[in-house]
Nanobody, 125 residues
Framework: QVQLVESGGGLVQAGGSLRLSCVAS????????MGWFRQAPGKEREFVAA????????YYADSVKGRLTISRDNAKNTVYLQMNSLKPEDTAVYYC??????????????????WGQGTQVTVSS
């Protein structure tokens, strides 16, 4: 069992930055690949970014490449999402998740079995 708690969301103007954090407790954090997903009002949840267990491999949605950066610190049981050059369309609840199905795709939420409660990011124009 893994418990995930996100923080760092808030209200920011377009072009601004935020850094989201997700702290894990429970089983060994470094044994899980991690991901960030988001869900905007009235829309389906979508993949944002993911990172391998060691942190050496990262994956991004095309819509965030070059603006958002995922990283992790296994010593601190924490995964981060640095968000720069934010746009109004980035407004959503952001969720971190731990991957449990390694036969599935990184881009699919179904591959992630543990989820945090989410943190709201609102970008004003």
């Amino acid at each position: 069992q893994v418990q995930l708690v996100e923080s760092g969301g808030g209200l920011v103007q377009a072009g601004g930055s935020l850094r989201l954090s997700c702290v894990a407790s429970g089983r060994i954090f470094s044994s899980y690949a991690m991901g960030w997903f988001r869900q905007a009002p009235g829309k389906e949840r979508e993949f944002v970014a993911a990172i391998s267990r060691s942190g050496g491999i990262t994956y991004y949605a095309d819509s965030v490449k070059g603006r958002l950066t995922i990283s992790r610190d296994n010593a601190k049981n924490t995964v981060y999402l640095q968000m720069n050059s934010l746009k109004p369309e980035d407004t959503a609840v952001y969720y971190c998740a731990a991957r449990t199905d390694y036969s599935g795709s990184y881009y699919s939420g179904g591959s992630f079995g543990y989820w945090g409660q989410g943190t709201q990011v609102t970008v004003s124009s």
